[in-house]
């Protein structure tokens, strides 16, 4: 029988002014991430307030000065926050600095000086992290995503699995997350992923999904930490499901520059 992996309550924390959600289970490996909440941008409704989507129809300017915030929160400029336009596929980019347009799903890098970013409204932002090496990764989870395989090719861009560890963030939940039999019959081999409801349809567990495959690809229940807070409603994170358009929350990663300089010492 499998392990549970730890559940994590995330703290509002503020971060260069901003209030966000800190990700505290991955400082002492020497990275520094947060979950962002809809709160703290300049967007109007319905991308209210800290929307960092520049696809859902938000006025450009608005998503740009909200980007440069949560930024400003990372402690980089807004050219080495690095967003890619993600297209619910496996794609994987690595990164050693800023970046023009580029269509992926997931992130790596090995570099102090760039925060990575994924957006998502619903979907599961995964962080993945090196115990032993510099490196790290955020991949954007949605179904189509796991079934295209998004994270065992996240996996496989560090040299051994067992050294990684990995968080879910805010995700949609089960109650929340209403599906067809063509979607389900794709997670039928998950334990648990899915129970029927009383539609005739199903209820999918997305962050369920992405520790069965975290494990699946080679990660310890111990080195997996699964976020408690969900997107359902649409109150503190986005959800597409609660409200069409909406705007994007990101996972927000970078090498802490403490990690950074101990590690210029060696």
Not at 2 to 10: A, D, K, Q
Not at 94 to 110: E, R
């Amino acid at each position: 029988m499998p392990g549970v992996p730890v559940t994590l309550t995330l703290e509002p924390r503020v971060h260069g002014g901003l209030t966000v959600f800190a990700v505290d289970a991955v400082a002492r490996l020497g990275v520094d991430a947060f979950v962002t909440s809809r709160d703290g941008g300049v967007s109007c409704a319905p991308y209210d307030t800290l929307n960092l989507g520049d696809h859902v129809g938000d006025d450009p300017e608005a998503v740009r000065e909200n980007r440069r915030r949560v930024a400003r929160a990372a402690g980089v400029d807004l050219e080495h926050l690095v967003i890619v336009n993600q297209v619910h596929g496996r794609g994987v980019v690595s990164v050693a600095g800023p970046i023009g347009p580029t269509s992926a799903d997931a992130i790596v890098s090995d570099a102090s000086d760039v925060a990575l970013a994924v957006l998502v409204a619903d979907c599961a932002p995964v962080l993945v992290v090196d115990a032993a090496s510099s490196r790290f990764a955020v991949a954007h989870a949605g179904w189509r995503g796991l079934v295209a395989g998004v994270l065992g090719e996240v996996v496989s861009r560090f040299d051994d699995p067992s050294t990684l560890h990995a968080v879910v963030g805010p995700t949609i939940s089960p109650v929340g997350y209403q599906v067809g039999a063509e979607v389900a019959e794709h997670f039928r081999d998950v334990a648990d992923a899915l129970a029927p409801d009383d539609e005739g349809r199903w209820r999918l567990d997305v962050a369920g999904v992405v520790v069965h495959q975290l494990r699946a690809a080679g990660i310890g229940d111990g080195h997996i930490v699964r976020v408690a807070q969900s997107t359902d409603g649409g109150h503190t994170f986005f959800s597409d499901r609660a409200s069409r358009p909406c705007g994007r929350n990101a996972l927000v990663a970078r090498r802490s520059m403490s990690a950074a300089m101990h590690e210029g010492r060696q």
